[in-house]
């Protein structure tokens, strides 16, 4: 049963992505949700590779949707914030399949979700008309489930994937947003796309808030801003630096018996802090 704070976490979720920048550090458990939260973040967005991996799957749409509500429900119960989830492309490709994800991740106290246009890694796309009419379910079936407010960040694959020739992309990013838009979609994230130039033309031609997934090696968060992006992610990047760490220092203390790899983190305390007792 929706809430009266999941509610407000939903409006709270709105205001921040339409007001200034929202920078979001991607999330894949609770514990990660957690210290997030603890390292100033307004908001939490999962990433569904983080969650693959930590499920010991690749990314790349291959949990179930049982598993990825699992997942939700013990981050949106780790912290006390808006949880936007990644729900890759709905868990299976029609509209009552996107209509069951959406009614479970708002049941596991999600305010909000990704929703991609791809139809598997690399392509290919959805037509635009079946991704509107994919869209449009999502928004029903959040009213349906008593969270009209729930904040749908629409995900395109056109730069990801390299999808089309290269001088239509930007114009089918275009064309995709604006139909996006007027199926319900809040926002647009359009992985892949990092280009401050075109990213200023972007966020000129269209009124959805632009979502960029950024880096080592990105733009700024003050040049992403600066060309009309409203909420940065950064993907699988925090998972991907995490279990990197964990590989060289098991490699260190296996081959060197050293132990340097392991001398920046933080305090047990603070560690074991950021989690509520049950």
Do not use: C, H
């Not at 995900?155 to 604006?178: I, S, W």
């Not at 220092?249 to 933080?266: H, M, N, P, Q, R």
């Amino acid at each position: 049963m929706v809430t009266d704070r999941q509610r407000a976490r939903a409006a709270a979720l709105r205001t921040l992505q339409a007001d200034g920048v929202l920078v979001l550090p991607n999330a894949w458990d609770a514990a990660s949700a957690a210290l997030i939260a603890a390292g100033g973040a307004r908001a939490i967005a999962t990433t569904s590779a983080g969650v693959s991996w930590s499920l010991g799957r690749p990314d790349g749409q291959n949990l179930t949707r049982a598993e990825m509500v699992d997942a939700v429900a013990r981050i949106a119960a780790a912290v006390d914030l808006p949880v936007s989830a990644d729900v890759e492309g709905g868990y299976g490709p029609g509209e009552d399949d996107v209509v069951q994800t959406v009614a479970g991740v708002i049941g596991a106290g999600a305010v909000g979700i990704n929703l991609e246009d791809s139809r598997a890694p690399g392509g290919p796309l959805f037509a635009a008309d079946d991704q509107v009419s994919r869209l449009r379910a999502a928004r029903e079936a959040a009213a349906a489930a008593g969270l009209p407010e729930l904040v749908i960040n629409a995900r395109t694959d056109v730069y990801l994937f390299g999808v089309g020739p290269e001088a239509g992309r930007f114009d089918d990013v275009v064309a995709r947003a604006r139909s996006y838009a007027d199926a319900g979609a809040d926002s647009l994230f359009v992985p892949g796309l990092l280009d401050l130039d075109r990213l200023a033309a972007l966020t000129s031609r269209v009124d959805l808030p632009v979502n960029a997934m950024a880096g080592p090696g990105a733009p700024s968060v003050d040049d992403l801003r600066a060309a009309g992006v409203r909420r940065v992610t950064v993907g699988q990047a925090v998972a991907q630096a995490a279990y990197s760490l964990a590989r060289r220092a098991a490699v260190e203390v296996i081959e060197k018996g050293t132990f340097d790899s392991l001398a920046d983190a933080d305090p047990f305390g603070d560690v074991d802090g950021a989690f509520r007792p049950r």
